[in-house]
């Protein structure tokens, strides 16, 4: 499923809303989600799951087509951990 | 790190802020693209948003696992899991944003 065709299916499940409307709905939730992280927050959904904000230092990477050695700068990376809810759906 | 929390009070708040439904209604629509993202990972189906991230189901086998405290060997069950992968969109915005407070 891809973002246009969850927002489609929204739509036809709210018929009173415009379709443009449905498609803010659902970018602003990714969007506040992605503002969220990128300030250093954590953003936790009840059953669901949990996204936050992993730290990675600095290291010595390789090219791996040439053998030579990098730096790699440290940085900080997105993390999404299930919840248990969805864990279990996904299981049954 | 700011290291504030997040929940669903925070999101239908800002759903209501810009589309202006009723806050019940704003929260009933974040509540729905959850079920239906969980409903389509439940098929085992894969779930794309554009300059977010994907969710996909990836299979595990069965393995042995140990039990740590006495040290017994159990099987792990062949089970499913739920992987996120940040778009390159969602990574950059990240790494970039106040990179300077991290420490």
Same mark, same amino acid.
């Not at chain 1, 065709?5 to 036809?12: G, H, P, V």
């Not at chain 2, 969980?38 to 996909?56: E, P």
């Given at each position: 499923m891809t973002?246009? $065709?969850?927002?489609?299916?929204?739509? $036809?499940?709210?018929?009173?809303?415009?379709?443009?409307?449905? $498609?803010?709905? =659902?970018?602003?939730?990714?969007?506040?989600?992605?503002?969220?992280?990128?300030?250093?927050?954590? =953003?936790e959904l009840r059953g669901f799951g949990a996204f936050s904000v992993k730290q990675r230092d600095a290291r010595v990477g390789r090219n791996p087509r040439t053998g030579e050695a990098v730096k790699v700068a440290a940085k900080r990376v997105p993390y999404f951990k299930t919840g248990k809810q969805l864990r279990d759906m996904i299981n049954s | 790190m700011a290291g504030e929390t997040i929940t669903r009070a925070q999101l239908s708040e800002a759903v209501y802020q810009e589309v202006g439904l009723s806050r019940n209604e704003s929260a009933?629509?974040? $509540?729905? /693209?959850?079920?239906?993202?969980?409903?389509?990972?439940?098929?085992?189906?894969? =779930?794309?948003?554009?300059?977010?991230?994907?969710?996909? =189901?990836?299979?595990?086998?069965?393995? /042995?696992?140990?039990?740590p405290k006495t040290g017994e060997e159990v099987p792990i069950l062949p089970r499913k899991v739920l992987v996120f992968r940040p778009s390159q969109v969602l990574k950059a915005r990240i790494s970039g944003g106040n990179a300077d407070d991290a420490a």
């Open positions: 973002k246009s $065709e969850l927002i489609d299916f929204l739509a $036809e499940q709210n018929p009173h809303l415009y379709q443009r409307d449905v $498609e803010r709905i =659902v970018t602003t939730i990714f969007d506040e989600i992605g503002a969220a992280l990128s300030r250093g927050d954590r =953003v | 009933d629509l974040l $509540e729905a /693209v959850l079920a239906k993202i969980s409903d389509t990972l439940a098929k085992g189906q894969s =779930v794309k948003i554009s300059s977010f991230g994907s969710f996909s =189901v990836r299979s595990k086998g069965q393995r /042995v696992g140990r039990n």
